[in-house]
């Protein structure tokens, strides 16, 4: 299933072969929470910004409009019309997210919906069996994503919790892919390594969830309250327990920054909102620093937000007008940004992907690591 095509250090250059197509690695997931990327970004959007992989909420869906509906409507590709691959989250990270609503048991976690205040348990039986219905390429393990700083002893029981509800979400989701009204029987599973930020917890974690022989394997509860140092000292240490012919996934990052120090240091595959919710509060990324359009200088700026760049904005719009837009609250400002900063982010994995093919990855690493966390004097 998965190609390690090239290695430059610890950075990989992969392919992972999907029932829904080949997906090139390194690859950022663009997120659509709800089954549409925030902003009024289509799916044919998706496609001309150079998306590989699209990433749902399990625990949305869930809420609204109901897996049970997206199953009557053939799964998720069909409901929003997509083809490429999808993975789902498992509900996990709404079980840390929702803290002040839940309740964690080894059975699974009984919380409020934050819609309507509704009780709804969720287990690892329950997040696969919606998964199912959702029919993703890409399944997540149910798990427990616990909040930076964590006591050792809750991190422990955390992390052992976590590895029983993976041995459960591993036999019910081959329960599931085995019966014959399933959508998606070659739905494949991703485990989840946690363990907050204690080394021999990360890599005990690491070690046992490796034995299961998943598809791919995932590094949860980062970025939630740590140093973007220790988030990278932590990759670091479980990075070489980590299977060499599986994918590895960094959930929930970041900035093109942290991309890149993670693609440096041996991760596959990432996600993150926040590009497109940066976007619409008018925060852009390009190859000379961020910009905030919003500022006043651009008030009368001819210019495209990047002359270099050809995404759909780029290409025909000016930084004025965008600005304007933006102040005026017209939805159109905020689709123009993210459709900016989404294909910021796939021309971005498609340059390091080519760096690797180069044998030049250090290099370009070099280059753009601090310049693109800086701000732009564009």
Request: hydrophobic share 35%; aromatic share 10%.
């Amino acid at each position: 299933m998965f190609e390690l095509l090239k290695q430059e250090g610890k950075a990989r250059r992969g392919r992972f072969h999907t029932v829904h197509g080949v997906i090139e690695t390194p690859v950022f997931m663009n997120v659509g929470t709800s089954a549409a990327i925030k902003g009024g970004v289509s799916t044919e959007d998706l496609e001309e910004i150079g998306c590989q992989v699209e990433l749902s909420n399990t625990y949305h869906l869930h809420i609204r409009p109901g897996d049970e509906l997206i199953y009557r409507m053939g799964g998720l590709h069909r409901f929003f019309s997509w083809e490429k691959p999808i993975l789902t989250d498992s509900g996990g990270f709404q079980v840390f997210s929702l803290a002040s609503l839940r309740k964690i048991t080894e059975e699974g976690v009984h919380f409020s919906s934050h819609m309507d205040g509704k009780r709804i348990f969720m287990g690892p039986e329950e997040s696969m069996r919606i998964q199912s219905h959702l029919a993703s390429t890409i399944a997540m393990a149910f798990d427990e994503c616990v909040e930076n700083p964590a006591t050792y002893e809750y991190a422990k029981n955390s992390h052992e919790r976590t590895i029983r509800w993976l041995k459960r979400s591993k036999a019910e989701l081959s329960r599931l892919n085995s019966l014959p009204d399933t959508i998606n029987p070659h739905q494949m599973l991703f485990g989840i390594n946690q363990g907050s930020t204690y080394e021999d917890l990360r890599v005990e974690n690491m070690c046992r969830i490796a034995e299961e022989d998943l598809d791919g394997y995932a590094i949860g509860g980062l970025a939630v309250g740590e140093e973007a140092e220790v988030m990278y000292h932590i990759i670091e240490t479980v990075e070489p327990h980590m299977p060499k012919n599986k994918p590895r996934y960094l959930m929930g990052v970041g900035t093109p920054q942290n991309i890149l120090e993670a693609v440096h240091r041996g991760v596959d595959f990432f996600d993150c909102v926040m590009p497109s919710r940066n976007a619409r509060h008018g925060t852009i990324f390009t190859w000379h620093g961020k910009v905030n359009l919003n500022n006043e200088k651009y008030f009368a700026d001819p210019r495209p937000i990047d002359v270099n760049c050809k995404c759909p904005a780029c290409r025909r719009y000016s930084r004025s007008y965008i600005r304007h837009l933006l102040k005026a609250r017209e939805a159109l400002g905020m689709r123009l940004c993210v459709l900016h900063n989404l294909y910021f982010y796939n021309e971005l994995m498609q340059k390091i992907r080519d760096a690797l093919d180069a044998g030049c990855f250090e290099a370009f690493y070099r280059a753009n690591v601090n310049l693109l966390a800086s701000r732009s004097q564009d």
